[in-house]
């Protein structure tokens, strides 16, 4: 690899840390098992007091708990036959019976294709895991599973409680005796020990963890003014105790490289096997596509709009996966390279942003490589999986098209038919503000307006409307 061309990581690191939409990072890059690049920029804390950032910095890995604990774990437990992709999660979850959920495979929960919304309400106030537990079983779907992807955090709940329901381990504890502490990676975990405290690079404070659930901490009392350091970011994880299928692992750089070298490596590194090579290419290759073209691995990105960390260089046929706190994996196995991205964007006051930066840095590592023949390799592995796309498009089309066909003659009802066919309950005691105009009706076309004034035991007090006013004359296309 060009060591000049990945030297360019340099300057477009310093300008975003500039900018303010990090305070650091740390980038490591392998090609052919070999490191290549292994550099941290800029500072670790700014709040309470400066920190210089270091290349042992352990990051709050956020959404890669996905892909490196969750996913892995449940490949380990259908390769030991406990599980199997095409089970319902109610084998596993007997609770979530109901409403739809009893149709849910393990691989659509793995390819976000189950229908669940992209996370639990974070509104609703709630502690602890078993109640998590109670609202995955309640969970309602949005769409019937199988038929549309839409990336959501509780897909991996309920796997991190499979893995739990088919070894009789908790999701790290089976994580650390079969993935992390076979490959050595010594400091990754779930809620880290204090003693690696000073090496955790901290995200908010516990306010701001707040504010993502509407709470202003203003009763949270000294509590809110905490940084989390060694404390999981994600709200949700959070409440849960900070072990989750979807959030909560920490790691280093160091570590991960590991990780991503067994991958490559076809499951194995320095003589132990986490899985089996036919594990990891069915795992890494597509298996959920869109109509757009987009494409989801068994936990993997492949393609889609969270993939813009893959940059504009390496090709169909890749893999990776990112997180909220600012992380993220690409792995090119026709390269046999690697690029590792550890920041944490939401440092001091949740305002960051490295969604540009993580894809310009991918880049800059893929023009780095050097060798023609890669160039050949990344054209048949490109081609390989386009055409593998297209078998799967018409694949998930038909099967689109039968369960649309399903449903055909079910009711639809919008928000305010559901609130006359509850009896306004929902609304029971309250004043209220609606925001409308003349297209708010409901089924038999009453107004929304009319409706609510009329409701029992509720208060219509103001009405808003949009820019064109409440009592229009058209509803048109614009």
């Not at 095409?86 to 393990?106: L, N, Y």
């Not at 306010?207 to 509407?214: I, P, W």
């Amino acid at each position: 690899m060009s060591a000049e061309r990945l030297a360019r990581m340099d300057s477009v690191i310093g300008e975003s840390i500039e900018k303010k939409e990090l305070p650091g990072a740390v980038v490591l890059v392998a090609r052919h098992e070999k490191v290549v690049w292994r550099k941290a920029y800029g500072a670790r804390a700014i709040e309470p007091q400066r920190e210089t950032m270091t290349t042992d910095t352990i990051f709050d890995l956020a959404s890669l708990t996905k892909v490196v604990a969750t996913t892995t774990s449940i490949m380990i437990l259908i390769e030991q036959g406990k599980v199997r992709l095409s089970d319902s999660v109610v084998r596993f979850i007997p609770e979530m019976k109901g409403g739809g959920r009893d149709a849910i495979t393990i691989e659509e929960l793995l390819t976000h294709m189950t229908g669940f919304a992209p996370d639990f309400d974070l509104r609703d106030r709630w502690i602890g895991y078993d109640e998590a537990m109670k609202r995955l079983s309640r969970e309602p779907l949005r769409s019937q599973p199988g038929t549309r992807f839409v990336y959501s955090d509780i897909n991996y709940i309920a796997l991190g409680e499979v893995v739990h329901r088919a070894s009789g381990m908790m999701l790290d504890e089976f994580a650390r005796r079969n993935i992390f502490a076979p490959l050595g990676m010594r400091d990754t975990g779930f809620r880290p020990d204090a003693k690696l405290r000073t090496r955790i690079a901290p995200t908010e404070k516990r306010r701001g963890q707040m504010n993502y659930l509407g709470d202003t901490g203003a009763d949270a009392g000294p509590e809110a003014e905490q940084w989390l350091r060694g404390q999981v970011h994600d709200p949700t994880s959070f409440r849960m105790g900070g072990v989750a299928g979807h959030a909560g692992l920490f790691s280093t750089a160091d570590d991960l490289a590991i990780f991503c070298q067994m991958l490559l490596n076809g499951g194995v590194f320095n003589g132990v096997r986490i899985l089996g090579p036919m594990t990891i290419a069915m795992m890494t290759r597509p298996h959920a596509v869109a109509e757009n073209g987009s494409a989801r691995g068994l936990g993997w990105d492949i393609a889609t709009s969270f993939s813009a960390n893959k940059g504009d260089l390496f090709p169909l046929g890749s893999f990776g996966h990112t997180g909220f706190t600012g992380t993220s994996i690409w792995i090119d196995p026709a390269s046999d390279t690697f690029v590792i991205f550890l920041s944490n964007r939401v440092h001091p006051d949740g305002k960051g942003d490295v969604g540009p930066l993580r894809g310009r840095v991918a880049s800059i590592v893929a023009s780095s490589i050097m060798d023609t023949t890669v160039a050949r390799a990344h054209e048949e592995s490109a081609n390989a999986a386009a055409d593998l796309l297209a078998s799967l498009a018409r694949l998930n089309a038909s099967r689109v098209t039968v369960n649309e066909n399903t449903v055909a003659d079910a009711q639809v009802l919008t928000g305010i038919d559901v609130l006359e066919r509850d009896g306004f309950k929902q609304f029971n005691g309250m004043r209220i503000g609606l925001v409308t105009n003349q297209t708010g009706r409901d089924a038999a076309g009453r107004s929304t307006i009319d409706i609510l004034f009329k409701a029992p035991n509720v208060k219509l007090v103001t009405l808003f409307s949009p820019e064109h006013g409440i009592r229009g004359v058209a509803d048109e296309k614009v």
